[in-house]
């Protein structure tokens, strides 16, 4: 047994003590792509209801990606934000990995004739 471990612990040894040496043999990568509106929760609080006009919205905010007509005078706006972070690592021949995130949300603000009622995150 004691054969074994001896033999065992030469060779990872030998691995640690190269893989610093080595620069090549350990890498990585991570990249971030967002995609739509991002409305921080600071900005969500400043949208009043009964007082916040949709020209400031739209001015804050952008153009929505969709927006629903409840009737007449009811339209809800909707805002669509998508977060993706792909990242990898290895350590080359040993080990690999990989993951990838996807965050998604949306903000929604609701106008009666051009003024906010109501404003959520869903």
Not at 61 to 84: C, F, M, Q
Not at 88 to 103: A, I, M, P, Q, W
Not at 110 to 115: A, H, S
Request: hydrophobic letters at 35%; charged letters at 25%.
């Amino acid at each position: 047994m004691k054969t074994i471990l001896r033999g065992f612990a030469v060779p990872c040894a030998v691995i640690c003590l190269a893989l610093p040496s080595a620069g090549c043999l350990v890498g990585g990568h991570s990249d971030i792509h967002q995609e739509g509106n991002y409305v921080s929760p600071d900005t969500l609080t400043q949208i009043k209801n009964g007082e916040t006009k949709a020209s400031w919205v739209r001015a804050v905010l952008g153009e929505p990606n969709e927006k629903i007509r409840v009737d007449e005078h009811d339209e809800i706006w909707r805002y669509a934000y998508s977060e993706t972070k792909d990242s990898s690592g290895y350590v080359f021949l040993l080990f690999s990995n990989s993951d990838k995130k996807v965050t998604k949300s949306n903000v929604f603000v609701e106008f009666k004739d051009g003024v906010v009622t109501n404003r959520w995150r869903g």
